[in-house]
């Protein structure tokens, strides 16, 4: 989207997505016969500013020399801009309209102003709402451009100028692709594209405005009982969102602990001081497993849930769950952040859904990041003092989590047909519950099924993998507890409850399994009420420091629950 530069009557310069008289602000008296990306705009602005740092946006006698000026710019930059002249707007005549198209017009005004609250969006994410509120494309532009006019929001380019380079303004990327346009070198951000193109002749609407509109009676109606260990991180958690120096906090808890529930008294207290709250977590299934619970928890709260990654999704309300891609469609939207997952696939390692996340917050905001299994990043901000730590050690059974049992394999756990001295302990396994195998690689599944299949042919045994097209389907069979051994990669590492389950993690010395993995497959075991206790056993040739820091996180966290009496000796 261009926009064309505006002079007014009293002399301000300004710019507009449109040069029709009609539609521009009623003082407006020329405007310039070329429009312009907003990063050019900039360009010019900061050109002009350099030579007299009082001359743009200024009032005044200069009006004539400044638009000159701005001209002789434009051409020395060699952009390749046709028509380039001031032209005079005559002042706005009243236009007329029925009563009917007024009530209509505040109808779609009001939908619009409640829509957008908090939010970043992409022309094309305007072009959605359009269609959604069923108005024209040039409509939603001028609804959106009157809210910049009256100070509510802000135009920005989405790739911008940045000292020598550039800077997407949605992802916060600065590794961009450069190409030649028209008017100058123009940049591209690959990193954000998955929720739309995102580029330098792009701009982005940020809506400056607060989701809440002040304090917020809260019906917050819990449906559990918070254990002991709960009770005690959420009254942290609690100390933490009210008044803690620190911007940032960690809540790391046992595998199966029930961190979310830890956070739900806080966000009510939250939600009643008028405060925005958002809930995160990089992946669609565990937005799927919170919507529920906090529909439940707060009956009568509007409640937001924004998942995927590309559709964008319309809603209104103080109290937001969605992916973190979503994440990056606001902007200094929320006060108290709970993010779930930080160390997990596609957050982690991406530069651009954390920067996201970061914007997302609101000045003096809180973010809580909420983890099993720490990131380095986050071990780091806490060491330096940085980031306050929470301790939820313990699981609601107080059983304490199962230590991992390192079974040392003489040969290569590559499937090549033969087995170990540990298969024979795949029996006693299978004597507490169903077993489940991780392996390190796709092409380990189908032959480990073939092999474990000769080996006990009265066993029902299956096996899935991310591409599989069966994998649903097999998952449920699981659930339901229908196999003696199910073959898996990593796909099965999070986000799952299997009642009775034991696990085996074959090479578990494999690069593709680091701490964090490990201790998440270990953390499927012995979750339920039903068995709060099992096996877990790593096979390998050797001894990985991946595979002693997972027994040793797990050995602190049961020894820290020992210590304040969450768990039974
Ligand atoms: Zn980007």
Do not use: H
């Given at each position: 989207m261009n926009f064309f530069l505006t002079f007014d009557k009293n002399g301000n310069v300004s710019f507009s997505p449109f040069r029709e008289r009609d539609k521009l602000n009623s003082s407006v008296i020329s405007c310039l016969g070329t429009p312009l990306s907003l990063a050019n705009i900039q360009v010019v602005q900061e050109r002009l500013q350099r030579q007299d740092p009082f001359a743009f946006w200024r009032k005044g006698s200069k009006q004539k020399d400044t638009k000159l000026e701005i001209l002789k710019i434009i051409k020395a930059l060699g952009w390749d801009a046709q028509d380039l002249t001031w032209e005079d707007v005559s002042p706005t005549s009243e236009i007329d309209q029925s009563r009917v198209d007024e009530e209509r017009d505040n109808e779609v005004r009001k939908a619009f102003n409640r829509l957008v609250l908090g939010r970043q969006l992409s022309c094309g994410d305007l072009r959605g709402l359009a269609r959604e509120l069923k108005i024209k494309d040039e409509e939603i532009t001028k609804l959106a451009h009157c809210s910049v006019e009256q100070g509510s929001a802000q135009w920005v380019p989405a790739v911008r100028h940045n000292g020598s380079g550039w800077q997407c303004q949605r992802?916060?990327?600065?590794?961009?692709?450069?190409?030649?346009?028209?008017?100058?070198?123009?940049?591209?951000?690959?990193?954000?594209?998955?929720i739309?193109?995102?580029?330098?002749?792009?701009?982005?609407?940020?809506?400056?405005?607060s989701l809440m509109d002040g304090p917020s009676e809260v019906l917050f109606r819990p449906h559990w009982t918070l254990t002991e260990a709960q009770r005690l991180a959420s009254e942290q958690v609690a100390g933490f969102i009210r008044d803690a120096p620190e911007e940032t906090a960690l809540l790391w808890a046992a595998c199966g602990a029930g961190k979310t529930e830890v956070c739900f008294p806080s966000a009510a207290w939250a939600l009643e001081q008028g405060k925005s709250v958002l809930f995160a977590a990089p992946r669609q299934d565990v937005i799927n497993d919170v919507a529920p619970r906090l529909r439940r928890d707060f009956p009568d709260y509007p409640l937001q849930v924004l998942t995927g990654t590309s559709l964008v999704k319309f809603q209104s309300g103080g109290m937001v769950l969605a992916t973190t891609h979503q994440v990056l469609r606001f902007w200094c939207a929320f006060d108290v952040v709970f993010m779930d997952e930080m160390d997990a696939f596609p957050y982690h390692g991406s530069r651009a859904l954390a920067w996201g996340l970061k914007h997302a917050l609101r000045r003096n905001g809180k973010i809580l990041y909420l983890t099993a299994t720490p990131s380095p990043e986050g071990l780091k901000g806490v060491q330096k003092g940085k980031i306050r730590l929470i301790r939820l050690p313990a699981r609601h059974h107080r059983t304490a989590l199962p230590v991992p049992i390192w079974e040392r394999s003489r040969h290569s756990l590559e499937p090549?047909?033969?087995?170990?001295?540990?298969?024979?302990?795949?029996?006693?396994?299978?004597?507490?519950?169903?077993?489940?195998?991780?392996?390190?690689?796709?092409?380990?599944?189908?032959?480990?099924?073939?092999?474990?299949?000769?080996?006990?042919?009265?066993?029902?045994?299956?096996?899935?993998?991310?591409?599989?097209?069966?994998?649903?389907?097999?998952?449920?069979?699981?659930?339901q507890g229908k196999y003696d051994l199910?073959?898996?990669?990593?796909?099965?590492?999070?986000?799952?409850?299997?009642?009775?389950?034991q696990v085996v993690v074959l090479a578990a010395d494999h690069p593709v399994f680091d701490e964090r993995a490990l201790?998440?497959?270990?953390?499927?075991?012995?979750?339920?009420?039903?068995?709060?206790?099992?096996?877990?056993?790593?096979?390998?040739?050797?001894?990985?420091?991946?595979?002693?820091?997972a027994v040793q996180w797990i050995e602190e966290q049961n020894r820290l629950a020992l210590e304040l009496g969450l768990i039974e000796t």
């Open positions: 992802c916060g990327e600065k590794d961009v692709e450069e190409w030649p346009s028209l008017c100058g070198m123009a940049a591209t951000c690959r990193s954000c594209e998955s739309g193109s995102s580029s330098s002749l792009d701009v982005l609407y940020r809506d400056q405005r090549n047909g033969s087995t170990g001295v540990w298969v024979a302990q795949l029996e006693t396994l299978r004597g507490q519950g169903s077993v489940l195998v991780f392996v390190p690689k796709i092409s380990w599944v189908d032959p480990w099924i073939k092999c474990l299949q000769r080996r006990f042919p009265d066993w029902c045994v299956d096996g899935s993998y991310s591409s599989d097209p069966g994998r649903s389907t097999k998952i449920e069979r699981l659930r199910f073959v898996s990669t990593t796909i099965l590492e999070r986000g799952i409850t299997l009642s009775g389950i201790v998440q497959m270990a953390g499927r075991v012995g979750r339920t009420r039903e068995s709060p206790a099992g096996s877990v056993l790593f096979v390998s040739t050797r001894m990985t420091l991946a595979m002693q820091t």
